[in-house]
């Protein structure tokens, strides 16, 4: 079973405050993904990455930046959190077929107070 | 534009009958994968189905079904005898090719409600 490990799994902030999140797969995946789950948005891409180094823009990447340190590690940093930003945090994992299906972590609450 | 809709916000059902949900896409691909997505209540996010396009025939797992009408563009999620377990937030998605790589993008997710 593929496995994606994200961490803190709830993190509070304040506004203008650093957060990185972390996310581990230990799958061998090329493929790993940033959404941000909002109600009424479902699953939004911020950032993705098909490689170590590589780095993909996705739909809502303002105020995001993310990195591929490893083929198993993707960060994604938050460096003037702001309020907007409060939102739930998946990390995703697939390999680079398209019709592979992509693997989730648990998630991670962020709120930016 | 690539882009999957849901129209529908929620559905209740009663439990062992069966639940259709919608799914609209928009790709330019000549070539590409539908998918559905499962989040439980504890907010887990699971894989149930597949539908390549090239397939004529529908996909089938379980008690999971999809409805595949490449003409118009859609992908129905059908659950047949449903559970108490199968309330849950469904979400539609392709992967496509986007900025360089293969993204899976999502539509906004159908709450299933199902009663006993």
């Known amino acids: 079973e593929a496995a994606v490990t994200q961490s803190p799994r709830n993190k509070v902030t304040v506004t203008g405050g650093n957060v990185t999140l972390s996310c581990r797969q230990t799958n061998s995946h090329n493929y790993m993904y940033w959404y941000r789950q909002d109600t009424g948005h479902g699953l939004r891409l911020i950032h993705y990455?098909?490689?170590?180094?590589?780095?993909q823009i996705g739909d809502v990447p303002d105020g995001y930046k993310a990195t591929r340190t490893t083929q198993e590690d993707f960060f994604l940093l938050l460096e003037l959190a702001s309020p907007s930003q409060t939102s739930l945090y998946f990390c995703a994992s697939s390999d680079a077929l398209a019709n592979t299906e992509v693997f989730f972590g648990k998630g991670t609450r962020l709120t930016v107070v | 534009a690539q882009k999957v809709t849901q129209t529908q916000t929620s559905i209740s059902v009663v439990e062992k009958t069966t639940v259709t949900m919608d799914c609209v896409y928009e790709?330019?691909?000549?070539?590409?994968?539908l998918f559905w997505y499962k989040q439980t209540a504890s907010g887990e996010i699971v894989f149930l189905i597949r539908?390549?396009?090239?397939?004529?025939e529908n996909a089938t797992v379980g008690h999971y079904s999809l409805n595949f009408q490449k003409p118009k563009s859609s992908i129905g999620l059908i659950i047949t005898a449903t559970q108490i377990e199968d309330s849950a937030v469904y979400f539609c998605a392709m992967r496509v090719l986007y900025q360089g790589g293969r993204a899976l993008i999502f539509g906004t997710g159908t709450t299933v409600s199902v009663s006993p």
């Open positions: 539908q390549d396009s090239y397939k004529k």
């Open positions: 990455s098909y490689g170590a180094g590589n780095l």
């Open positions: 790709t330019r691909d000549s070539s590409y994968f």
